[in-house]
């Protein structure tokens, strides 16, 4: 692994504490008021008029928005929901994806079509158009917009996972199993499926960085995640009528967006190297 790459796992494990113990980081006593002595001492949501737009200080090491809410506080309560969506997105559009293509790729026929048809449908329009109307009907929520992006994203999972069941139904492996007397089922999901996946495995974690992102935009425009969640999106769309004399209030979070989606994106890359059979003889070879 290249020091890229591990600066690049190194920021996503500190993403995920920051997301996970949240609340004992930064406390919000909307959450829990048992919980006291906080590393940094300030609530994501006590406003403050006498602090607002107040730029980095000691006090407040990220600043303070236009309502006096501490930067750093809503970025690491932020990192929960961004993380949550791009996780949750990932393993279902991979869950989902590789059980149906793996099904379509094996039985063919009848099977094939319905499903085919049902990824090329999705395909065919556009993705914000779907997620906006999904949204649109179950309401702007967190769950919502996990729902929308697994709604548009499960179809790239499938088709890789079909394409590599097409391709290996007829090898000596799938042969060999049905020879033994194994299930269909068993064929697939214990022989076949666990080398399909690799392009899958890859595509997912795209999948996850670029929900990470469609969150993020969708929150700017109003659209996302909804108070009481926090939301690195909800930080960038209060810049917008300060971006001029408030730097702080762009530059923290678009940065934090940025690097979470390129140390996904480094990872994804990664995973395809170390995937890859080719990859791994030439690895063997040296």
């Known amino acids: 692994m290249s020091r890229f790459n591990r600066g690049a796992v190194i920021w996503l494990i500190a993403m995920t504490v920051c997301g996970t113990l949240a609340p004992l980081i930064a406390h919000d006593p909307r959450q829990d008021d048992r919980l006291v002595g906080p590393l940094v001492p300030h609530s994501p949501t006590r406003t403050s008029p006498a602090d607002r737009l107040e730029p980095p200080s000691a006090a407040h090491l990220l600043g303070t928005d236009d309502l006096g809410r501490d930067v750093l506080a809503r970025l690491i309560h932020g990192s929960r929901t961004s993380l949550l969506v791009g996780l949750i997105t990932g393993a279902a ?3 989902i994806g590789a059980g149906l293509g793996a099904i379509a790729g094996w039985y063919g026929g009848f099977i094939d079509t319905i499903i085919s048809r049902s990824i090329e ?7 914000l158009f779907l997620v906006l109307a999904i949204i649109a009907i179950a309401g702007p929520s967190i769950w919502s917009i996990i729902a929308a992006f697994v709604a548009t994203g499960w179809v790239h999972e499938a088709r890789f996972v079909r394409a590599e069941v097409l391709r290996l139904r007829e090898s000596e492996l799938s042969l060999a199993a049905i ?3 194994a299930a269909p089922a068993r064929v697939i999901f214990r022989h076949l499926l666990p080398i399909a996946l690799a392009p899958a495995l890859v595509s997912a ?3 996850a960085a670029g929900a990470i992102a469609a969150e993020a935009a969708l929150t700017f425009l109003g659209f996302g995640v909804q108070l009481p969640h926090h939301s690195w999106g909800a930080i960038l769309a209060a810049a917008r009528n300060y971006a001029g004399i408030a730097w702080w209030l762009v530059i923290f979070p678009g940065t934090t967006i940025f690097l979470t989606i390129l140390s996904i994106h480094a990872i994804g890359d990664d995973l395809a190297d170390r995937l890859d059979p080719r990859e791994r003889a030439f690895a063997s070879s040296r």
């Open 93 to 95: 559009s991979l869950l």
């Open 205 to 207: 974690s795209f999948g």
């Open 121 to 127: 449908s999705v395909l065919s329009f556009p993705n």
């Open 179 to 181: 020879a033994t007397g």
